[in-house]
Structures are given as structure tokens and as C-alpha cells.
């Protein structure tokens, strides 16, 4: 078996998380946020429609983490997101976090949304 070192481009890998938080680049933060090529920003949730939408140049599918359970978008911003012609996979958290990572790994063009276990 062969082993390579795993490589980002500048976009951020989650470290981990946990109840109420997740570690990204070996800080800790609290509550839901926002990865992508732009960095790592506060989310302010379903509510936070344009946090997404300013992605929607940048990538070709954001992952929506809906905490510890997979759930709808509420149907204005999934309609906001699909005018905006951005790719969404919605699924729980944890799932989110660890699919972001694998096709951040590959070098695709992808973003995290993801509210907190």
C-alpha cells in the first residue's frame, strides 16, 4: 500500500467537530459556519441566504450540513440556491464534513455549509 500526504488547495479542511463546534485548521469554532475558497465564515443558517449565494461563482456543489440529522432546506433558499444555479447536496453534518473533505482532497471546486451536532 502506498500512502500520499493529502493536499488542499487554499480552501480549508474540517479538522473535526463535535457537540457545538468544529475545528478547522486546528482552531476551534462554535456555532455554524461556512468553508469555501473565500476561507471560513460565521453562517447564519437557513436565514443565510447570501453567505451561500456568494459562492455560487466560486463552486460546483455545496454541502449543506443540517446538524445531527439529515433535513429539507426550507423551500425559499433551496429555490434561492437552484435560481442562483448552484449545486446542493444536503445531508447530516458529519457526512457533510467528511464528503467536503475527500472532494476538497481532489482538488474540486466545493463548499461547506454545515450547522453544528
Not at 479538522?15 to 459556519?33: K, N, Q
Not at 453534518?93 to 455549509?113: I, Q
Amino acid at each position: 500500500m502506498r500512502l500520499n500526504e493529502v493536499t488542499y488547495t487554499d480552501a480549508l479542511p474540517v479538522d473535526g467537530y463535535g457537540p457545538g463546534f468544529f475545528r478547522v485548521d486546528g482552531e476551534i469554532r462554535e456555532g455554524a459556519l461556512c468553508l469555501g475558497p473565500q476561507g471560513v465564515s460565521a453562517w447564519g443558517g437557513f436565514e443565510d441566504a447570501e453567505t451561500l449565494l456568494a459562492l455560487a461563482e466560486e463552486v460546483d456543489v455545496l454541502f449543506v450540513g443540517t446538524g445531527p440529522e439529515i433535513a429539507f432546506l426550507p423551500k425559499p433558499l433551496r429555490l434561492r440556491l437552484e435560481e442562483a444555479g448552484l449545486g446542493v447536496e444536503v445531508m447530516a453534518s458529519p457526512s457533510a464534513c467528511r464528503t467536503y473533505n475527500v472532494l476538497l482532497s481532489e482538488g474540486r471546486r466545493v463548499a461547506l455549509a454545515v450547522l453544528p451536532t
